[in-house]
């Protein structure tokens, strides 16, 4: 079912205010494909990860920056993005345009305790390793960013170009 009109930033706002059952950060992370919903994204689609062309390892460190900051993948490819924390507090990546993490941003910092979790994202504890799995199937530049109040403001950004493949899968 797609429902293209219900932004997951608004949902999340309504969330906020009535779901206490909605903040799962006590619990593990079952990244399993079966579990996770798989909506597609102007930024792609979560990935399987038997579909998994290419791991790429990204770090995130205290001096709000990620390395490296930019990830070239060709369109239909799915990434697995193993993240490690070198720093000693907490980092996020989230994959997305850059203006849907700008506005996710400014929510995060008026809700700094929000809790979320999608295939997109990844939280990471100093000195922990996450990934993301991912698969690029649409062209164009989109964003990572670590959204955690400040961070983002202090340039935690980076950059992903999704070369389109003739035929590559929609
Ligand atoms: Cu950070």
């Known amino acids: 079912m797609k429902q293209p009109a219900l932004?997951?930033?608004?949902?999340?706002?309504?969330l906020l205010g009535a779901a206490p059952a909605f903040a799962h950060g006590d619990e593990t992370h079952?990244?399993?494909s079966s579990l996770v919903k798989m909506e597609q994204k102007e930024w792609g689609i979560g990935g399987d990860a038997k579909a998994v062309k290419r791991t790429i390892e990204v770090k995130?460190?205290?001096?709000?920056?990620?390395?490296?900051d930019r990830i070239e993948v060709k369109e239909g490819d799915t990434l697995r993005?193993?993240?490690?924390?070198?720093g000693q507090v907490l980092h996020e990546?989230?994959?997305?345009?850059?203006?849907?993490?700008?506005?996710?941003a400014a929510l995060m910092k008026r809700f700094p305790n929000m809790e979320h979790d999608e295939p997109y994202m990844a939280h990471v504890p100093a000195g922990k390793t996450g990934e993301i799995i991912w698969t690029f199937n649409r062209p164009g530049e989109f964003?990572?960013?670590?959204?955690?109040?400040?961070h983002f403001?202090?340039?935690m950004v980076g950059k992903i170009v999704v070369t389109p493949t003739a035929g590559a899968e929609k």
């Open 30 to 32: 079952k990244k399993t």
């Open 81 to 86: 993005i193993r993240l490690s924390n070198t």
């Open 143 to 150: 964003d990572f960013a670590c959204l955690i109040a400040g």
């Open 93 to 104: 990546m989230v994959l997305g345009t850059a203006p849907v993490l700008a506005e996710h």
């Open 60 to 68: 995130m460190a205290d001096n709000m920056r990620f390395t490296p």
């Open 153 to 155: 403001e202090a340039g």
């Open 7 to 14: 932004h997951p930033l608004l949902l999340a706002l309504m």
